[in-house]
């Protein structure tokens, strides 16, 4: 198994994905931790460095880049400071960012991470600020992003729906971008967050194990509660191809038409954070999906870059060699 998954890392490669979602700035401030305060118990950090990092729908792009495809990104973002800085690591990182629209009437979605350095291997985080509206987009902007998708449809392999519940993925919106994916016959798949219905009847469907118990309203303990969720949601919502729901270390639930099963996860000794796991998981589901895998060999694939993902300090995309790697290892 792992010498077929190895061969089908090159496939990833060269594939066109539009990625539609709502895009977030990445903010990391660390400072090293001298003293604790006097006016509160808190520690005072001396500012060593500040980072910027793309993060919500704009992290599934930057994977999609590091394995040798290209990612269109569509998204929104603030007539402010923030908007330029998340225009220029998209740009740094190699994404085309033509499908993000300036919106004067709404902030860029910022996360701030305040993080001490303690000697660790890893600064540990203190706090996070989040600068965001949930407004939901205006019918004109819902517009321009259709109109793009429409223009830039036949060069695509797929659509990818990254919801960060900013906005922007409207129901109305995700109906015309599933009409559209129908009617040219572009794979279509999301990463709901909880938004089961609003991404009904699209061809995969991927969500983690607390979204799905607050949707079924019941704990997942076993293998088969897993099973049995993902075969319930999909179902429910009439999903065309895969239902995905992932397990953390222990890997995923997978239904399709065909039936169940369990894709496990690699052994992960050295797990520091997993942060940006779930937007590895659906990027590389999306481009195996692509690339002509088949459902379950797409998961496991993915299973093993969100496996590098969680070695790492906030959102990291995998390359090629590293995958490899990873499944060398597994």
Not at 25 to 43: C, F, H, K, N, W
Not at 129 to 145: G, L, N, V
Not at 274 to 299: C, F, K, M, P, Q
Request: proline share 3%; with cysteine; hydrophobic share 40%.
């Amino acid at each position: 198994m792992s010498a077929k998954l190895k061969r089908c890392v090159t496939r990833l490669a060269r594939k066109t994905v539009l990625v539609l979602g709502d895009v977030i700035l990445d903010e990391y401030i660390t400072g090293r931790a001298t003293r604790m305060s006097r006016e509160a118990p808190v520690p005072v950090l001396e500012l060593e460095s500040t980072r910027f990092i793309a993060g919500g729908a704009a992290n599934p792009a930057a994977n999609i880049v590091a394995l040798g495809s290209r990612a269109i990104q569509v998204g929104v973002i603030g007539a402010d400071e923030y908007g330029e800085k998340l225009l220029r690591v998209l740009n740094d990182q190699g994404i085309d960012w033509a499908g993000v629209l300036t919106c004067a009437d709404r902030p860029t979605t910022v996360k701030t991470r305040v993080m001490a350095q303690m000697g660790l291997r890893f600064p540990q985080q203190v706090t996070r600020i989040d600068t965001i509206s949930r407004d939901p987009i205006d019918e004109a902007t819902e517009a321009k992003i259709v109109r793009f998708a429409g223009d830039n449809i036949s060069s695509l392999d797929a659509v990818l729906l990254s919801q960060y519940h900013g906005g922007l993925l409207t129901p109305t919106l995700v109906k015309r971008i599933r009409d559209l994916c129908r009617e040219h016959n572009i794979l279509l798949t999301a990463d709901v967050q909880g938004k089961f219905a609003r991404f009904a009847e699209v061809d995969v469907v991927k969500c983690n194990a607390a979204d799905a118990e607050r949707q079924l309203n019941r704990e997942l303990a076993t293998d088969d509660d897993y099973r049995d969720a993902a075969v319930t949601l999909h179902e429910e919502f009439s999903v065309k191809h895969a239902t995905i729901v992932t397990m953390g270390n222990r890997g995923a639930a997978l239904a399709t038409d065909a039936g169940t099963t369990i894709c496990p996860s690699p052994q992960v000794s050295d797990v520091f954070d997993t942060v940006g796991a779930g937007d590895t998981a659906i990027a590389v589901i999306t481009l195996s999906l692509a690339a002509g895998l088949d459902a379950e060999d797409s998961v496991l694939l993915s299973n093993y870059a969100s496996g590098v993902v969680v070695r790492h300090l906030g959102n990291y995309a995998p390359s090629p060699e590293e995958l490899s790697r990873s499944i060398g290892d597994g």
